[in-house]
Structure formats: C-alpha cells, structure tokens
Nanobody
Framework: QVHLVESGGGLVQAGGSLTLSCEAS????????LGWYRQRPENERELVAQ??????NYADSVKGRFTISRDNAKDTVYLQMTGLKPEDTGVYYC?????????????WGQGTQVTVSS
C-alpha cells in the first residue's frame, strides 16, 4: 500500500518562499513519475509541476519561480516555491504515479495548505 505524507505548507507574505515535501512509502520510488498539483479556491485541481527520470515540466504560471526535485534515497519529492503570489494560494497535493504493465496507478497525498497574503 502506497502512503504519502506531505509537509511544509503554511502562511507566507507575497514574495516569500516555502518548500513542500512529500515522503512516500510502499512503492519503488525511483521508478515512479511524480508531481505536484494544487486546488485554488473555486478552481479545479491543476498541475503545478511534474518530474520523471528524464524530464521535468511546469505550469506556465509557476515557471521560473517553482522548482520540483526528487531524492530517491529518501523517497521524497520536493517543491521549492519562491516569489509567491496571492494567486498561488490553495491546497497542494503530491502525486506518485506507478507505471505498470496494466497502466498507471495514481496515489495522492493528503494535501497541504499554502496561503499567500498580499
């Protein structure tokens, strides 16, 4: 059973920084595709950043400000957020996607709140 534990959310002023962490267990982490999503108030969940063994990808709204990284030795994926804006406020979820012969299996973290004050 895959289990994800997120941490690092909080309240920050505009222009500030936060780093989110998501530690996984119960999966072969080094083989997984990973991502961070967010759900802003009155919006659907959206992709923020993703990372696999051979690429990274970012939403246009966060390019140049956010950095996704992974530490396979710690089974942890990170999201470094700088230059935060009030519109970055939302609940952030990590995703672990196991790539299997039967297709991808997605597992979600519990979510962590990020609030950016103006």
């Amino acid at each position: 059973q895959v289990h994800l534990v997120e941490s690092g959310g909080g309240l920050v002023q505009a222009g500030g920084s936060l780093t989110l962490s998501c530690e996984a267990s119960g999966t072969i982490f080094s083989r997984d595709d990973l991502g961070w999503y967010r759900q802003r108030p009155e919006n659907e969940r959206e992709l923020v950043a993703q990372i696999s063994s051979h690429y990274t990808n970012y939403a246009d709204s966060v390019k140049g400000r956010f950095t996704i990284s992974r530490d396979n030795a710690k089974d942890t994926v990170y999201l470094q957020m700088t230059g935060l804006k009030p519109e970055d406020t939302g609940v952030y979820y990590c995703l672990v996607r196991e790539v299997t012969r039967g297709g991808p299996l997605d597992f979600w973290g519990q979510g962590t709140q990020v609030t950016v004050s103006s």
